[in-house]
C-alpha cells in the first residue's frame, strides 16, 4: 500500500471508518421507531392510514438492509486494513485509485472492476 500511496495514514483511514460506521448506526438508531410493526386495528386507523403505514414501515426496513450493507462495507474495509490488503481491488487486486478511497474509504473495487461489475449486473 505504502508504495502506491506515499501519503498514506492508516490511523487516519480508520478513524474515518470508525466515525462512519458510528454514523451510520446512529441513523439506525434514530429510525428503530419507522419500523415497528403497524397496528392493524380499523377502529383507531383509517384504511389509506394504514396503507401509508405499511409503506413507510417498508420504506424504514429498505433503509435499514442499505445501513446493514454499508456496515458490512466498513468491516470489510477495517478487516482489509488490518491485514494490510486496504487500498486494493478485491476482484483484480490492482491498485484503487487515491482520490476513489478518499470519496468512499470503504469501497471494496477499483474503477475499472466497478464498471464491469455494473455492465454484467
Same mark, same amino acid.
Given at each position: 500500500?505504502?508504495?502506491? %500511496?506515499?501519503?498514506?495514514?492508516? =490511523?487516519?483511514?480508520? $478513524?474515518?471508518?470508525?466515525?462512519?460506521?458510528?454514523?451510520?448506526?446512529?441513523?439506525?438508531?434514530?429510525?428503530?421507531?419507522?419500523?415497528?410493526?403497524?397496528? #392493524?386495528?380499523?377502529?383507531?386507523?383509517?384504511?389509506?392510514?394504514?396503507?401509508?403505514? #405499511?409503506?413507510?414501515?417498508?420504506?424504514?426496513?429498505?433503509?435499514?438492509?442499505?445501513? $446493514?450493507?454499508?456496515?458490512?462495507?466498513?468491516? =470489510?474495509?477495517?478487516?482489509?486494513?488490518?491485514?494490510?490488503? %486496504?487500498? %486494493?481491488?478485491?476482484?483484480?487486486?490492482?491498485?484503487?485509485?487515491?482520490?476513489?478511497?478518499?470519496?468512499?474509504?470503504?469501497?471494496?473495487?477499483?474503477?475499472?472492476? =466497478? =464498471?464491469?461489475?455494473?455492465?454484467?449486473?
Amino acid at each position: 500500500m505504502t508504495e502506491d %500511496y506515499p501519503d498514506f495514514d492508516p =490511523a487516519a483511514v480508520r $478513524d474515518a471508518l470508525e466515525a462512519r460506521r458510528d454514523a451510520v448506526r446512529a441513523l439506525g438508531q434514530v429510525s428503530a421507531e419507522s419500523r415497528r410493526p403497524v397496528t #392493524l386495528d380499523q377502529q383507531s386507523v383509517g384504511r389509506l392510514s394504514r396503507m401509508d403505514a #405499511l409503506q413507510g414501515q417498508e420504506m424504514a426496513l429498505a433503509q435499514n438492509r442499505r445501513r $446493514d450493507a454499508e456496515l458490512a462495507r466498513i468491516k =470489510a474495509a477495517l478487516e482489509r486494513l488490518e491485514a494490510g490488503d %486496504y487500498g %486494493y481491488c478485491v476482484v483484480c487486486d490492482e491498485p484503487i485509485g487515491a482520490r476513489r478511497l478518499q470519496a468512499d474509504p470503504a469501497i471494496p473495487t477499483c474503477v475499472d472492476c =466497478a =464498471a464491469d461489475a455494473g455492465r454484467t449486473g
